[in-house]
């Protein structure tokens, strides 16, 4: 089972509550849990702290390890075989973007996960094909190497990332802090 909240709910107000309406509903205690997947950027400020303050309080409450997971990493799981890359929208023309030699939550990264400027951008992709996703489609400039996959996958469900949580926690092991991923300083000059 899982919950999806609307992109534009006030989430330090629903994030909770929507918890406790689906461990109600699916008849599971928090102690009964394997453990808390964690999608931990890149993304808004306030809504990674809001998802890190609240997951790091589920576990400590129930007893259970948290996992954090890229955002990116979660998107590019949901690709087909072959060399993926994610691009989620910044500000002013700029993309938080990762490629990845495959939608594996555990394979190489093929271009660090960073902020780039959306025209700096296919200078760091030239000489492979990739299959794309993410908010960021709107951009990129339209380039032959690079083919978009429907754009239901450029917002994953949670269920995406507890899959790459579970992977990622059965290779390298929960975190004791996960830390959310910025990509860019808190109030940062654009």
């Known amino acids: 089972m899982e919950s999806i909240l609307p992109v534009k709910a006030f989430h330090s107000e629903k994030l909770l509550p929507a918890v406790s309406?689906?461990?109600?509903?699916?008849?599971?205690?928090?102690?009964?849990?394997?453990?808390?997947?964690?999608s931990r950027g890149p993304g808004s400020y306030t809504g990674l702290r809001i998802g890190t303050a609240t997951a790091m309080g589920l576990s400590a409450g129930w007893?259970?390890?948290?996992k954090g997971v890229s955002t990116l990493r979660v998107i590019a799981s949901l690709l087909p075989a072959g060399n993926v890359l994610c691009c989620?929208?910044?500000?002013?023309?700029?993309?938080?973007?990762?490629?990845?030699?495959?939608?594996?939550?555990?394979?190489?990264?093929?271009?660090?996960?960073?902020?780039?400027?959306?025209?700096?951008?296919?200078?760091?992709?030239a000489g492979k094909v990739y299959t794309a996703a993410g908010s960021?489609?709107?951009?990129?400039?339209?380039?032959?190497?690079?083919?978009?996959?429907?754009?239901?996958?450029?917002?994953?469900?949670?269920?995406?990332?507890?899959?790459?949580?579970s992977a990622l926690a059965a290779e390298e092991g929960f975190d004791s802090n996960p830390e959310p991923l910025y990509l860019r300083g808190f109030n940062e000059k654009i």
């Open 63 to 66: 007893g259970v390890p948290v």
């Open 88 to 125: 989620i929208r910044a500000r002013a023309g700029e993309l938080f973007a990762g490629a990845f030699s495959s939608p594996d939550p555990l394979s190489a990264e093929t271009l660090p996960q960073g902020l780039y400027a959306a025209e700096e951008l296919p200078a760091h992709l």
């Open 21 to 38: 309406e689906l461990m109600e509903s699916s008849g599971i205690m928090g102690y009964e849990l394997s453990g808390i997947a964690l």
């Open 136 to 165: 960021g489609r709107t951009e990129l400039p339209a380039l032959d190497n690079i083919r978009w996959a429907s754009s239901l996958l450029d917002n994953p469900r949670p269920s995406a990332a507890a899959f790459c949580a």
